[in-house]
T-cell receptor, first 115, second 112 residues
């Protein structure tokens, strides 16, 4: 089944404790992206990647890091989480092939709480 | 990316057609209209997209006006599981990926 998976789905942590949220897709998509969703602010892009070893900042990159060492994986790293990073996080992927619709496939979400 | 305007909420009776409008009066010639929906904090789900012709797939139909300044997503026989927030997004099909700019969307409630 074509899908984007994220782990963990729920996480409660404390300020300053480094964490990684994993994202993996099995559709051989070139493009991957991270969004966060907050009440009243909608979904905002954090980072994105056009292909392996190519990453770039989205609208709200502060406090986050990403890497794209393999095509299927795009982990989101919070080196020193703070309470304002409490949010619902979504990973997404899409094909960049000329014959694709460019539709983005989203993961199930990771609900992060930073105390 | 062009801005879209959608009503904040709508109700629909189960089994009836749900018609969700979207205004995108500043859409550019190379921009497509995409529709996504998000069911209660799940990941957004692609529904359909179009440029200027009406489109239909197994989920919905998309009607785009001739001047392309507005469109309507039609769910022909709404079910309770169609209760969700529906987002209308305009963006170019440029194969450069690109972020999706989600507005506030329309919260559709399908009632028995």
């Amino acid at each position: 089944e074509a899908q984007v998976t994220q782990n963990p789905r729920y996480l409660i942590t404390v300020t300053g404790k480094k964490l990684t949220v994993t994202c993996s897709q099995n559709m051989n998509h070139e493009y991957m992206s991270w969004y966060r969703q907050d009440p009243g602010l909608g979904l905002r892009q954090i980072y994105y990647s056009m292909n392996v070893e190519v990453t770039d900042k989205g609208d709200v990159p502060e406090g986050y890091k990403v890497s794209r060492k393999e095509k299927r994986n795009f982990p989101l790293i919070l080196e020193s989480p703070s309470p304002n990073q409490t949010s619902l996080y979504f990973c997404a992927s899409s094909s960049l092939r000329a014959d694709s619709y460019n539709e983005q496939f989203f993961g199930p979400g990771t609900r992060l709480t930073v105390l | 990316d062009a801005k879209t305007t959608q009503p904040p909420s709508m109700d629909c009776a189960e089994g009836r057609a749900a018609n969700l409008p979207c205004n995108h009066s500043t859409i550019s010639g190379n921009e497509y209209v995409y529709w996504y929906r998000q069911i209660h904090s799940q990941g957004p789900q692609y529904i359909i997209h179009g440029l200027k012709n009406n489109e239909t797939n197994e989920m919905a139909s998309l009607i785009i006006t001739e001047d392309r300044k507005s469109s309507t997503l039609i769910l022909p026989h709404a079910t309770l599981r169609d209760t969700a927030v529906y987002y209308c997004i305009v963006r170019p099909l440029d194969n450069q990926g690109g972020k999706l700019i989600f507005g506030q969307g329309t919260e559709l409630s399908v009632k028995p």
